[in-house]
Nanobody, 121 residues
Framework: QVQLEESGGGLVQPGGSLRLSCAAS????????MGWYRQAPGKQRDLVAT???????NYANAVKGRFAISGDNAKNTVYLQMNSLKPEDTGVYYC???????????????WGQGTQVSVSS
């Protein structure tokens, strides 16, 4: 059983900052990739940022220069530092992880339950 637990969402004014965390727990052999998606009301879920093998990062154009993704391999945790937040950053942020349960097994994608981020004055 694998679980991803997110924290750090909330309400912030435009220009403010938030830091999201996502910790994976359970019978994990290895994690190859972690990242964040977000979903605004009435819209599809879009990729925000990814971190692969603990160091290779990628960002959606809308957040480049404002958001930073990082990971702690020892804690199976990924972070998303969000600065200079804008109202259009509002949405539910979902963490995901590509996890291998056994040494020679396949990777499976697991999802967190989502955390609400609201940017409003």
């Amino acid at each position: 059983q694998v679980q991803l637990e997110e924290s750090g969402g909330g309400l912030v004014q435009p220009g403010g900052s938030l830091r999201l965390s996502c910790a994976a727990s359970g019978s994990i052999f290895s994690i190859s990739e972690m990242g964040w998606y977000r979903q605004a009301p009435g819209k599809q879920r879009d990729l925000v940022a990814t971190i692969i093998s603990g160091s290779n990062t990628n960002y959606a154009n809308a957040v480049k220069g404002r958001f930073a993704i990082s990971g702690d391999n020892a804690k199976n945790t990924v972070y998303l530092q969000m600065n200079s937040l804008k109202p259009e950053d509002t949405g539910v942020y979902y963490c995901y992880a590509h996890i291998r349960l056994q040494p020679m097994g396949p990777n499976f994608r697991y999802w967190g339950q989502g955390t609400q981020v609201s940017v409003s004055s």
